[in-house]
């Protein structure tokens, strides 16, 4: 994508999409709370005017092209009307940029010149301070001043201490321990302290400056990494979960997206889009290492109001199981390429074995909470809340012939939708009973040896999305094949409760193999890996990857 304009005028252009039959553009104003609004839709020429645009504006701008079948893509990389700015193309149109910014510098750079003696130190410090063009400059040079005197031993020591607190595993292979803190080091420089909105740290998904979408906020999904960034920070891990109930909704309701400058709520058909439901979970992981009951008090009222508010507006037919609301397919976690989605029919018409298997880990979660918090009756309430929504999980979705789970129709819980079977796609979700404790031993064995199938799922480097003999599959695609290593995570989890450690330890050995040669290559931890090739795509910096630290130490000998 492209783009240029003039300050009140700001053209995009693109490339043609071999499936398109139409394209939909997608604007957000940075200082006006960075919520997409869409701007142009049905368009069939490859550009698109945005006109009379104010001169202070900073706009960010995605395209999503539609095939002849009403599905939609994967959005765009972001691209904005800032001139030199990294989100840009570096092919530049005269008069491109926005008034006030066109002359900011992408690079500052100045030399100095030292003489020094044999055997003579001497210290430098420099301090890069970056602001607007209206701020006050004598205010910028004393903040910056201010810093030339920080005390960087200090520094060096707090950091030490930070670092000594994680587990040292014992890993006979020196890449294993190169991945192992190298996971640490890249969730510690996503965690931002608080500011805006937020009255605790929090994160960013990713601190690559390509992508807009990296630095709007927390998710639930993006959360799980919390379960390995608490070894190392556990006051920190606690407190971007309280982010969430800081923002919570009178009713339980949480954002998809809660950052410090944004709450991204997402209206679709009547609902507020919310995340998937791995809340009350994370909690009981991080009061597991942090063992701080105010944590756990605070964490068990929040967790119990989502929780409230998830049941009662999911089940709209009232039947004991849900599916996926709001703007279904963001709020199911996997948000393209699905398989089911885009060749069957949108999330919100299924009962989800995800969705539900995720809740019974809820329910179980909140019975620990309850029962950690002397609360035995409301504790006997979530057990048996549980037990019935994983009875009725393996009633209506496993299947007796393929040995898996699936979707079912919300109307008749059958796995036909429009032709016979069309819901039986083997996808990873189809696992997450493991990880929830679903299944019987005859099942999880199944479901096992369906894994451990080199046809299917048990590829080179992990765990693909989506089995490898789904015509469908494709390893560096979105979600129909990548390795996505929070979800592998989980079926390691899985795996080790139904006693399959030799299996647990090998899967673990093939996805730090994929992310150690990427490491090695490149230097960075990504969003997701090839399960078949040494490949990866296609953000960096991204803080789920930090998952794998606790992946290994769960199978360290």
Not at 139 to 166: F, K, N, Q, V
Not at 274 to 298: G, H, M
Request: glycine share 8%.
């Amino acid at each position: 994508m492209d783009i240029w304009g003039s300050g009140t005028e700001v053209r995009l252009s693109w490339k043609k999409s071999p499936d398109a039959v139409s394209y939909s553009v997608y604007r957000r104003d940075y200082r006006g709370g960075g919520v997409y609004q869409r701007v142009g839709d049905g368009l069939t020429q490859l550009f698109f005017t945005d006109k009379d645009v104010p001169a202070d504006k900073v706009y960010g701008y995605v395209v999503v092209a539609v095939d002849r079948d009403g599905r939609r893509s994967i959005h765009s990389r972001e691209v904005n009307n800032i001139a030199g700015s990294d989100f840009l193309t570096d092919v530049k149109y005269p008069g491109q940029g926005v008034s006030n910014v066109r002359d900011l510098a992408r690079i500052v750079a100045f030399s100095r010149a030292y003489d020094l003696r044999p055997g003579y130190t001497k210290r430098l410090v420099a301090v890069r301070a970056v602001g607007r063009a209206t701020d006050n400059r004598q205010s910028l040079l004393d903040s910056a001043r201010g810093l030339t005197t920080l005390d960087i031993p200090r520094c060096t020591r707090e950091s030490e201490e930070l670092y000594g607190r994680i587990p040292i595993p014992r890993f006979p292979d020196p890449e294993w321990q190169m991945l192992y803190w190298s996971s640490f080091s890249l969730m510690r420089q996503v965690m931002l302290p608080p500011e805006g909105k937020c009255s605790y740290n929090y994160y960013v998904f990713s601190r690559e400056p390509q992508w807009g979408w990296g630095h709007g906020g927390q998710v639930f999904h993006e959360s799980i990494t919390m379960l390995a960034y608490a070894l190392m920070d556990p006051l920190s891990a606690m407190n971007s979960q309280r982010v969430y109930r800081e923002r919570q909704y009178e009713d339980g309701y949480i954002n998809y997206r809660t950052g410090s400058y944004l709450d991204e709520t997402i209206p679709h058909a009547g609902q507020l889009t919310t995340s998937a439901p791995w809340y009350a979970w994370q909690n009981w992981e991080v009061y597991k290492i942090s063992k701080d009951r105010k944590f756990l008090e605070e964490m068990y009222e929040s967790s119990t109001s989502f929780y409230k508010y998830y049941v009662a507006n999911r089940d709209s037919d009232a039947d004991g199981l849900c599916e996926w609301g709001g703007e279904a397919v963001l709020e199911s976690v996997r948000d393209g390429k699905v398989a089911v989605w885009d060749k069957v029919g949108y999330p919100s018409n299924f009962e989800a074995v995800d969705l539900n298997s995720m809740l019974v880990m809820e329910e179980k979660s909140l019975a620990a909470m309850a029962a950690e918090l002397g609360k035995s009756g409301e504790a006997k309430d979530w057990t048996a809340k549980s037990a019935e929504r994983a009875k009725k999980i393996n009633a209506t979705m496993w299947d007796e012939a393929t040995g898996f789970y699936y979707n079912v129709g919300k109307k008749d819980h059958r796995f036909t939708f429009k032709e016979p079977n069309d819901l039986k796609r083997e996808e990873i979700i189809g696992f997450l009973p493991l990880w929830a404790g679903i299944a019987d031993s005859a099942k999880a064995k199944r479901l096992v040896q369906k894994l451990t199938d080199p046809k299917k799922f048990w590829r080179t480097y992990g765990v693909p999305s989506l089995s490898a003999d789904d015509p469908y599959y494709d390893p560096k695609g979105y979600w129909n094949g990548p390795v996505w290593v929070q979800w592998d995570y989980l079926i390691e989890r899985g795996l080790l409760d139904y006693g399959y450690r030799a299996e647990a330890k090998e899967l673990v050995r093939r996805v730090a193999a994929g992310m150690i040669a990427q490491l090695k290559k490149d230097h960075d931890l990504w969003e997701f890996y090839s399960p078949d090739d040494q490949w990866a795509g296609y953000h960096k910096v991204y803080i789920w990857a930090g998952i794998v630290a606790r992946m290994m130490m769960e199978v360290a000998d």
